[in-house]
């Protein structure tokens, strides 16, 4: 029997009434996951904390859900979500052995629920003002190729030679229980920082990111980052999706029991770089963000405009070990 792939956006279908993965048609509204897993919240004491929405409304982590059959849980979500959190409470050295696929598909899971909940929440809002809900083309086109790569999950996908996405992993020294996530839903950028290791995924890039930061992903190699040299890479990272300029597009092919997803070349036929000029000015913007905890403000950062404050390289080059770093007493 031939694969059948499910797009909800086809009919802008975000119901509590159909499975989010595979379209099904639930046997009641309550039948639902959550969206950050229950061991997940209840290890970093999420359950009683709040998330803040696009709207700048805010919302339980507890409340975000997503409608799924209890045959699609109990048969490719809840055995994904037993290796990663077995993998995650291990650590470092248990992560970065397990398939690069699956920890896409876990962040993939996560964040394509927190899509699902900003669309049902931007639906319900524009309907009751009695205007019809629109999301950009090029949104619902990042958004729907997500979901397409998401339903590897539960369909015979098979990515002919490429990578969708851009996945880095680092050991951090971090503080116990601390619990850092960040995510940007427009460039579909994913980050997690726990236990002793950070991870960032570029969810839809088919790998640009990754080569984009290939030289200092090889400086950095294995060593042991402090949480403050982990958020400078954060903050490369997120920038640096923003000036991708690309919307991947991708060949589906049916071949007997099995779907074949082959990418096009990123250059299509334009001559523009796929990435969009660098600026340190934006750079320091988006690094002050990241670097909040610690106190230090644009004017630090980009004091000399053509070296941006950095507590990875030296001007020279030359590595910054982390016993160099800030301690917490700017928080």
């Known amino acids: 029997m031939s ?15 159909n499975c989010f993965l595979t379209g099904q048609t639930l046997t009641s509204e309550e039948e639902k996951i959550q969206v950050f897993p229950a061991w997940l919240m209840s290890r970093y004491g999420l359950e009683d904390k709040v998330i803040k929405l696009l709207d700048e409304s805010y919302v339980g982590y507890k409340d975000l859900k997503v409608p799924c059959t209890a045959a699609v849980n109990e048969q490719y979500i809840a055995p994904l979500e037993t290796e990663i959190e077995a993998a995650f409470t291990q650590g470092y050295d248990v992560v970065k052995e397990l398939e690069p696929l699956k920890l896409f598909q876990w962040a993939g899971k996560l964040l394509y629920g927190i899509i699902f909940n900003e669309l049902q929440a931007g639906i319900k809002q524009q309907h009751a003002q009695g205007e019809a809900f629109n999301v950009s083309e090029g949104l619902q086109h990042k958004f729907s190729h997500l979901h397409l790569m998401l339903q590897s999950l539960n369909q015979p996908i098979i ?3 490429f990578t969708p996405y851009s996945l880095f992993l680092f050991k951090v020294d971090n503080p116990e229980n601390e619990f850092a996530y960040r995510d940007e839903i427009n460039t579909l950028t994913f980050s997690l920082r726990i236990q002793d290791f950070g991870l960032i995924i570029c969810l839809q890039d088919n790998g640009a990111n990754r080569r984009y930061h290939q030289e200092l992903f090889e400086k950095l190699g294995n060593d042991t980052l402090h949480p403050i040299q982990f958020e400078e890479i954060n903050a490369k990272v997120f920038y640096s999706a923003f000036l991708f300029n690309r919307l991947p597009e991708y060949d589906i092919m049916p071949v007997g029991d099995e779907i074949y997803i082959e990418a096009n070349a990123l250059r299509g036929t334009s001559g523009r770089p796929v990435f ?17 905890r610690w106190g230090f403000i644009l004017l630090e950062i980009i004091k000399d405009p053509e070296h941006p404050m950095s507590f990875l390289f030296t001007k020279d080059g030359y590595k910054i070990g982390a016993e160099a770093c800030p301690s917490e007493k700017l928080l």
């Open 3 to 17: 694969a059948i792939l499910y797009n909800p956006f086809e009919r802008f279908n975000f119901s509590n009434r």
């Open 159 to 161: 990515f002919d030679e």
């Open 276 to 292: 969009d000029e660098w600026q340190n000015k934006t750079y320091g913007q988006v690094l002050e963000n990241f670097w909040k």
